[in-house]
C-alpha cells in the first residue's frame, strides 16, 4: 500500500491522513455550499421585486393604466376605416317614373363589388374627450403610486417573514438547549434515586418538564418549516429556501420619537386613492356631456363595379366620394347615458369616502403602532437583564449543588427560568420588529436600516 502511494506521488505522506485530509476536505466543501445556499435579507428582497407576484401584478396594472391612457387619444385624433363588399346574387330595387304619360320602372343598379375608405374627426363633443383624456391621466398616475406602494408593501413583507425565519431557528436552538439540559437533568437524577439521593418525585417532574420541552421542540422545528415556506411564497418561489441567515437586530426607541402626522404625499396608497378620486371625477363629467351635441368632419371614398359582375375587370371600375360636417344629437338612447352619469357619480362618491376611511385608519395605525413598538422595546430590555439575573441564578444554583446546599430541583428551575427569559426576549424582539414594519407602513416611509 505504501508503494502504491508513493507511486502515485504521496511519498513520506501516510495514507491515513491522507484520507482524513480529503474527508476533511470534502465536509468543508459541503458545509460551506451549505451556508452559501442560505439566503440574506439583501438577498430576499432584490428576490422579491424581481419574482413577487404581487408586485408583477401591480406592474402590470401600471402598463394597462398607459395604455389606457393612449386610448383616450382617440377623443382627438381623426379615424379611418376601409370596407369592401362583394355580392354573389341580387335581386334589383325597382323605381317606378312617369315620362310623357308613359310609365317606366328603372332598376335600381346595385354594385356587385364595393370598395369604401371612410374617414371622421371629432370637431367638438362638449369636452368629453377632454375629460376622458384627463381621467385617464389620472388613473395612470394612480396606478404608478400603487405600484410603488406595492413594491414598499412587499418589502415589508418579506422583511417580517425573514425576520420571523431567523427568529424561529433561534427560537428552535433555544427550545433544544432545554431539551439537552433535562436529558441531562433526568439522566442526574436516575443516577442520584439509584444511591439513594433523591426520590421517584424528582425523577418523575423531570420526566414531565422533558415531555413538554420536547413538544415544545417539535413544535419549534414546524414553526421553522412554516416560516421558510411562507418567505418562500413572498418571494414567489416555487420550493421552499433552504434557509436564511443572519440575525434579529436591535432596535432603538428613538427612532419613533420625532415622527409627526400621516403626510398624505409620503403614503403611495392614499396618493393613488386621491388621483383615482380625480379621475372618477373627471370621467363622471365625461359622461354628463350625453346631452350635447356632438360636430365632426366626414369624408367617404368609393370605388365599385356595376356595370358587370365581375371583381377583376379594372376597367370597369367607377369612383365617388363625399364629404361634409355631421351633427348628432343622442335624444333619447333608453336611458343608457342618463344610467351610466349616474353609476359615475356613485363611483367618484365611493372612492372619495375610501379615501377618507383609509386617512383615518392612517392616524389611528400609526399611534397604534408606535406603542406597540415602545412596549415590546421595554419589554425586550426586562427580558435581557432577567437573562442576566437567570444566567448568575443558574451559576449560583449549580454552585450550591457542588456545596450541598442546593437540591437538583433548584438548578432545574434556575435553568427554566433562563429558557423562558431567552424565549421571551425573542418573541418581544420579534414583537418589536413587526411594529416598525408596521409602523412604516402607516407612516409610508422607511424608518430603519436593516442590514
Not at 439583501?42 to 428576490?47: F, G, H, I, R, V
Not at 378620486?277 to 369624408?299: C, D, H, K, M, N
Request: proline letters at 2%.
Amino acid at each position: 500500500m505504501d508503494r502504491e502511494f508513493a507511486a502515485a506521488g504521496f511519498q513520506g505522506v501516510c495514507p491515513r491522513h491522507t484520507m482524513t485530509a480529503m474527508l476533511i476536505t470534502l465536509v468543508a466543501a459541503i458545509f460551506f455550499s451549505a451556508q452559501a445556499a442560505e439566503l440574506r435579507l439583501s438577498e430576499a428582497l432584490q428576490k422579491a421585486i424581481v419574482n413577487s407576484p404581487k408586485i408583477q401584478r401591480s406592474q402590470s396594472q401600471y402598463r394597462e393604466s398607459v395604455w389606457k391612457e393612449k386610448e383616450s387619444y382617440s377623443g382627438f385624433l381623426p379615424t379611418l376605416v376601409t370596407q369592401a363588399s362583394y355580392l354573389f346574387d341580387k335581386r334589383y330595387v325597382f323605381m317606378d317614373v312617369n315620362l310623357g304619360g308613359m310609365p317606366l320602372s328603372i332598376p335600381q343598379i346595385t354594385p356587385t363589388t364595393n370598395l369604401y375608405l371612410t374617414a371622421q374627426w371629432s370637431l367638438f363633443d362638449g369636452f368629453s374627450s377632454m375629460n376622458r383624456y384627463r381621467s385617464a391621466g389620472a388613473f395612470e398616475v394612480s396606478s404608478k403610486a400603487e405600484q410603488d406602494w406595492t413594491v414598499f408593501q412587499v418589502e415589508r413583507e418579506v422583511t417580517l417573514l425573514f425576520y420571523k425565519a431567523v427568529a424561529a431557528q433561534e427560537l428552535k436552538e433555544v427550545a433544544e438547549q432545554n431539551s439537552r439540559a433535562l436529558q441531562d437533568h433526568l439522566r442526574n437524577v436516575r443516577l442520584l434515586k439509584k444511591v439513594g439521593a433523591s426520590t421517584n418525585y424528582d425523577v418523575l417532574r423531570v420526566e414531565v418538564q422533558l415531555s413538554e420541552a420536547q413538544t415544545e421542540l417539535l413544535n419549534a422545528v414546524d414553526n421553522v418549516e412554516l416560516s421558510k415556506s411562507r418567505l418562500s411564497e413572498a418571494l414567489g418561489d416555487e420550493e421552499d429556501v433552504s434557509g436564511v441567515e443572519g440575525g434579529l437586530p436591535r432596535l432603538r426607541t428613538e427612532w419613533v420619537h420625532a415622527l409627526g402626522d400621516v403626510k398624505k404625499e409620503e403614503r403611495k396608497d392614499l396618493m393613488a386613492l386621491q388621483k383615482k378620486s380625480e379621475g372618477l371625477s373627471f370621467q363622471e363629467e365625461a359622461t354628463a356631456r350625453y346631452w350635447v351635441p356632438r360636430i365632426s368632419l366626414f369624408g367617404q371614398y368609393q370605388y365599385y363595379n356595376n356595370r358587370n359582375d365581375r371583381f377583376d375587370d379594372s376597367d370597369s371600375y367607377r369612383d365617388a366620394y363625399n364629404y361634409g360636417i355631421l351633427l348628432t344629437w343622442n335624444i333619447f338612447d333608453g336611458m343608457i347615458s342618463i344610467a351610466k352619469s349616474k353609476q359615475s357619480i356613485e363611483q367618484r362618491y365611493q372612492a372619495e369616502r375610501t379615501l377618507h376611511q383609509a386617512e383615518l385608519k392612517a392616524k389611528r395605525d400609526m399611534q397604534f403602532w408606535k406603542k406597540k413598538y415602545l412596549y415590546y422595546c421595554a419589554v425586550y430590555d426586562s427580558r435581557i437583564s432577567d437573562i442576566v439575573k437567570s444566567e448568575e441564578s443558574v451559576r449560583l444554583s449549580q454552585e450550591g449543588l457542588r456545596a450541598g446546599v442546593r437540591t437538583n430541583t433548584d438548578v432545574l428551575d434556575a435553568e427554566a427560568e433562563l429558557y423562558r427569559a431567552k424565549a421571551g426576549a425573542l418573541n418581544a424582539q420579534m414583537g418589536a420588529i413587526e411594529a416598525i414594519l408596521n409602523l412604516e407602513l402607516s407612516t409610508g416611509k422607511k424608518l430603519t436600516q436593516w442590514e
